[in-house]
């Protein structure tokens, strides 16, 4: 069964300081995996997909199928980055997401 | 334009109740989903419709869970005889499906219903 584990619940991160979001994940396949936010009173949406190979917002992930992770990172984390993130996976040829528990991020002044 | 629309945004409901969440897609979007989100969890998938088709139902956690989609653009969840351990936010999503075989799109989410069953 497929599995994405996030092991942080809370993060917080001085404004300027890098950030790091863990993100692991159990699938035998070829998986897709995203990274979702979702702003304080905003609903959910998505931040980065590994094949689109973006940055957004200054994140960035890269998937590592050797140590099964998508860790998201960003090099100096600003105030409005403060969210909650969520990494989810989705098979291949399949269409639901498997999501992780979500770590609240919190940038700190 | 406009998002994915839900409603109600808050359900409040007594134990044994049948209750019903209604889901607006983005319009012209074929691909509809519903997860549920419990108190500290991440997203639950619950059913996805192609069309006016549930394509994949394994999410759905019993037969007092059922979704339809009669149009292909609004659907709607019903849980009937609720159960305290029903409550939880509700979310929609909906994306613009390709043919199968290629990439399909982002999903995109509404703002959820909140289901308290007391």
């Known amino acids: 069964a497929q599995r994405v584990t996030q092991p942080e619940k809370l993060l917080s991160v001085f404004k300027g300081a890098p950030v790091e979001l863990k993100c692991n994940y159990s699938?035998?396949?070829?998986?897709?995996l995203f990274w979702y936010v979702q702003y304080s009173r905003q609903r959910l949406q998505l931040l980065l997909r590994?094949?689109s190979r973006e940055s957004i917002k200054g994140f960035t992930a890269d998937l590592n199928k050797g140590e099964t992770s998508f860790h998201l990172k960003k090099p100096f984390a600003q105030e409005e980055d403060s969210a909650m993130y969520y990494c989810?996976?989705?098979?291949?040829?399949?269409?639901?997401?498997?999501f992780g528990t979500g770590t609240r991020l919190t940038i700190i002044p | 334009g406009a998002g994915v629309s839900q409603t109600p945004s808050n359900k409040v409901t007594e134990k044994g109740k049948y209750v019903e969440l209604r889901c607006d897609p983005i319009?012209?979007?074929?691909?509809l989903y519903w997860y549920r989100q419990s108190l500290g969890q991440g997203p639950e998938f619950l059913i996805y419709?192609?069309?006016?088709?549930?394509?994949?139902d394994s999410g759905l956690p019993n037969d007092r869970f059922f979704a339809v989609r009669p149009e292909g653009s609004v659907s709607t969840l019903k849980i009937q005889r609720t159960e305290r351990g029903d409550s939880a936010v509700y979310l929609c999503?909906?994306?613009?499906?390709?043919?199968?075989?290629?990439?399909?799109?982002?999903?995109?989410f509404g703002p959820g219903t909140r289901l308290t069953v007391l």
């Open positions: 999503a909906s994306s613009l499906n390709r043919l199968a075989g290629e990439d399909t799109d982002t999903q995109y």
């Open positions: 319009s012209g979007h074929t691909a």
């Open positions: 989810a996976l989705r098979n291949f040829g399949n269409e639901k997401l498997t």
């Open positions: 590994h094949i």
């Open positions: 419709f192609q069309g006016t088709g549930a394509a994949d």
């Open positions: 699938y035998s396949g070829s998986p897709e």
